[in-house]
Structures are given as structure tokens and as C-alpha cells.
């Protein structure tokens, strides 16, 4: 292969085998044993450890009013097809010039022109190991600002300096600071029969047996977990717009609308209210 056509892979921030879990080896990658992996917010997964610190780093951010986007199950855990197709959308084996390029199965493959997000060979990212997590939101001011103050702390660490959405978990034991939020209280969480009637409201789509929630969300930033409120009409004072709930809905533990109808796509429990104002005011007071 020519000094023209050898690869030019961007480097990590640091070696993530230095970083595995116990038990978890490179043949690993993109196939990890289920019992290795949590589910998180949304919907995808993360290994075990690292899914405990995501969750208290979640819950640490928005008490300091921030919300940590992760939008899409693929944004976690990915398995190996998942990868392969990452790769393959983004890579090309046509030379097309300064481009990042990297060998995978003994050919050079090109990033194609525009795509601006690197992807790691199938079988080496750290996304395979459940280990990574992309926040959509990376680029907010308060994000931004937050991130490097913090996540090192709950043990993720960036892994390269232009990604500035992509954060590993490299800690090799729980972070003090996940075992201090594990030992606080947890808040109470209410059923969804205690929250219908208590909000005098009824469910269009009833959740799970096993299903609770603990807060609601009706303005910027949102809570995950959280019931969400839908604004679906311009006579609606709070709430949600459709756009901004096609972003965060798997993360919402359900939503609160007045046309249910209107939101059947999202696959998610439905709690009809007739009074946006009142229901919020209403639920409000049983979460505080």
C-alpha cells in the first residue's frame, strides 16, 4: 500500500483496552452477553457499570437544570450489524481525496465528503463494549459548560477532541460520586392509576403493570423520565411542541395531551387531560 493510500485513523484521547471490564475482552465487541448490559432512557443500552453512571450523571445534570439529550437506542450499546452499517454510511472505498481513511477487512475505505461524524472500524468502537453514549445536545451552551466539569467525575471521559458529543466510560471501579448518589433517597415514584386519579384525568394508552413515574415536565430543559405535557393547540399556555417531543419522546415515561390522536405515532402511554393548566398545577403538587 502507498505512503498516498496508507490510513490515516484519527486517535483516541486514551487506549479503551486499558479500560475493560473485568471478563470483557475485545471478542466482545458488538456482542455482548445481555446480563452485561442496563437499558438507560433511550431505550438502547449500556454495560452495567456504566449505565449506573450515566443514570446518576443524568439525574446530577438536571438538578444543576440540565438535560443530557441522548436521542436514539443507537446512540449507546451497538452491536456488530449496527456498526456495519454505521461504517458503511459513512465510508466509501473510492479514493476521494484528504479525507479521514481507514483499513477495514484489507481495503481502504474513504470518509465520504460532508460527512462530518468519524466511525470506527466494526468491531472496534466503543460503543461495541457498551461503554460509549453520544448527547445529541453536546453543542448547547449549557452543556458545553457542564460536561467538563463534571463527567470525568462519573467516570466518562471524552475519547476524541473533535467529537465533542461522544463520552466513554473508562473507570474501572464505580466513581465515589455514583456510589454518593446511589445512597441518597430515591424519590417516590407514583402508579399510573394514582396519577389518573389524581389528576382526574384518563389514560387513552394504558402503561405497563410495572409502570411509574416521579415528575412531570412542561418546559425546557425536559427530565427524563418524566411525564412530558404536549402543546397541540396555540390556546395551550405550556408544553411541549409535536417537533420538540419527536426528540425526546423515548425518554418521556409517557405523555400528557389533549388530542391523543394526534400522538399514537410515538408509541408511548397517553394521559387525556381537558385542562392543560389544571392537570399540571395538579401533578405538580403530588411531585414536589
Same mark, same amino acid.
Given at each position: 500500500?502507498?505512503?498516498?493510500?496508507? $490510513?490515516? *485513523?484519527?486517535? %483516541?484521547?486514551?487506549?479503551?483496552?486499558?479500560?475493560? $471490564?473485568?471478563?470483557?475482552?475485545?471478542?466482545?465487541?458488538? /456482542?455482548?452477553?445481555?446480563?452485561?448490559l442496563?437499558?438507560?432512557?433511550?431505550?438502547?443500552?449500556?454495560?452495567?457499570?456504566?449505565?449506573?453512571?450515566?443514570?446518576a450523571?443524568?439525574?446530577?445534570?438536571?438538578?444543576?437544570?440540565?438535560?443530557?439529550?441522548?436521542?436514539?437506542?443507537?446512540?449507546?450499546?451497538?452491536?456488530?450489524? *449496527?456498526?456495519?452499517? +454505521?461504517?458503511?454510511?459513512?465510508?466509501?472505498?473510492?479514493?476521494?481525496?484528504? =479525507?479521514?481513511?481507514? &483499513?477495514?477487512?484489507?481495503?481502504?475505505?474513504?470518509?465520504?465528503?460532508?460527512?462530518?461524524?468519524?466511525?470506527?472500524?466494526?468491531?472496534?468502537? *466503543?460503543?461495541?463494549?457498551?461503554?460509549?453514549?453520544?448527547?445529541?445536545?453536546?453543542?448547547? $451552551?449549557?452543556?458545553?459548560?457542564?460536561?467538563?466539569?463534571?463527567?470525568?467525575?462519573f467516570?466518562?471521559?471524552? &475519547?476524541?477532541?473533535?467529537? $465533542?458529543?461522544?463520552?466513554?466510560?473508562?473507570?474501572?471501579? /464505580?466513581?465515589?460520586?455514583?456510589?454518593?448518589?446511589?445512597?441518597?433517597?430515591?424519590?417516590?415514584?407514583?402508579?399510573?392509576?394514582?396519577?389518573?386519579?389524581? %389528576?382526574?384525568?384518563?389514560?387513552?394508552?394504558?402503561?405497563?403493570?410495572?409502570?411509574?413515574?416521579?415528575?412531570?415536565?412542561?418546559? *425546557?430543559?425536559?427530565?427524563?423520565?418524566?411525564? %412530558?405535557?404536549?402543546?397541540?393547540?396555540? =390556546?395551550? #399556555?405550556?408544553? +411541549?411542541? #409535536?417537533?420538540?417531543?419527536?426528540?425526546?419522546?423515548?425518554?418521556?415515561?409517557?405523555l400528557?395531551?389533549t388530542?391523543?390522536?394526534?400522538?399514537?405515532?410515538?408509541?408511548?402511554?397517553?394521559?387525556?387531560?381537558?385542562?392543560?393548566?389544571?392537570?399540571?398545577?395538579?401533578?405538580?403538587?403530588l411531585?414536589?
Amino acid at each position: 500500500m502507498s505512503s498516498l493510500h496508507t $490510513p490515516n *485513523t484519527p486517535q %483516541a484521547l486514551f487506549n479503551i483496552q486499558e479500560f475493560l $471490564p473485568l471478563g470483557i475482552s475485545h471478542k466482545h465487541n458488538g /456482542i455482548m452477553p445481555i446480563s452485561h448490559l442496563r437499558k438507560i432512557h433511550c431505550g438502547g443500552f449500556l454495560y452495567v457499570d456504566a449505565a449506573r453512571a450515566w443514570n446518576a450523571m443524568l439525574s446530577c445534570a438536571r438538578e444543576d437544570g440540565v438535560f443530557l439529550n441522548v436521542n436514539s437506542p443507537s446512540s449507546a450499546y451497538r452491536n456488530i450489524s *449496527t456498526q456495519l452499517n +454505521f461504517f458503511k454510511a459513512r465510508y466509501t472505498r473510492e479514493y476521494i481525496g484528504d =479525507t479521514i481513511s481507514v &483499513e477495514f477487512d484489507k481495503q481502504l475505505w474513504y470518509l465520504k465528503k460532508g460527512c462530518c461524524t468519524f466511525a470506527q472500524i466494526p468491531g472496534n468502537s *466503543t460503543h461495541g463494549f457498551g461503554l460509549a453514549v453520544d448527547i445529541e445536545n453536546a453543542f448547547s $451552551p449549557r452543556v458545553q459548560k457542564w460536561l467538563p466539569q463534571h463527567a470525568e467525575s462519573f467516570g466518562f471521559k471524552l &475519547e476524541y477532541d473533535f467529537e $465533542p458529543w461522544h463520552w466513554s466510560y473508562i473507570s474501572k471501579n /464505580i466513581p465515589q460520586r455514583v456510589l454518593d448518589f446511589e445512597s441518597l433517597p430515591q424519590p417516590y415514584k407514583f402508579s399510573a392509576w394514582q396519577i389518573a386519579n389524581y %389528576a382526574k384525568c384518563t389514560w387513552f394508552r394504558q402503561p405497563s403493570n410495572n409502570w411509574s413515574c416521579g415528575g412531570i415536565s412542561f418546559a *425546557t430543559p425536559f427530565r427524563a423520565g418524566d411525564l %412530558a405535557v404536549v402543546k397541540q393547540s396555540d =390556546t395551550e #399556555k405550556y408544553g +411541549f411542541s #409535536k417537533d420538540t417531543i419527536r426528540h425526546i419522546f423515548r425518554q418521556c415515561s409517557g405523555l400528557i395531551c389533549t388530542k391523543p390522536e394526534e400522538l399514537v405515532q410515538f408509541n408511548k402511554p397517553l394521559l387525556i387531560s381537558y385542562d392543560i393548566e389544571d392537570t399540571i398545577n395538579k401533578l405538580s403538587f403530588l411531585f414536589e
